[in-house]
């Protein structure tokens, strides 16, 4: 018994990793919520395209999907800016399963991707 699982640990072990194929969609839709008025606001982003809201000024450079799955999860290549800063509050891929895994991090703004458009 075993040895029948550590042989299946191995086996495992020595598979390659499969990664999944990805598709870039045109682009994608973001929710911003401002915490202090308790608003949400959903945005439509071309891929390239910056908008303002509040104080933040978004930009999706792109939007990926599982390839087949267009419903799938999305991830979105963001930068974003707060009250026109020369750094940004936050530069990075945000996946729309998992927004905590890589968030803004910010005191009075969240925003997360909910899905890449067709």
Known sequence: MMKSILAALLIAVALPAVAQQATTAPGGTLRV?????????????????TRSVGLLSVTLSECRFPTGNRSGDAFTLLTIVYNNAADPVFQGWMVASAPAINAL???RYDVWALRCSS
């Not at 919520?33 to 395209?49: H, M, P, V, W």
């Open 33 to 49: 919520l401002d915490k202090i008025t308790g608003r949400t606001q959903d945005l439509e982003f071309a891929n390239g395209q």
């Open 105 to 107: 991090d910010h005191p």
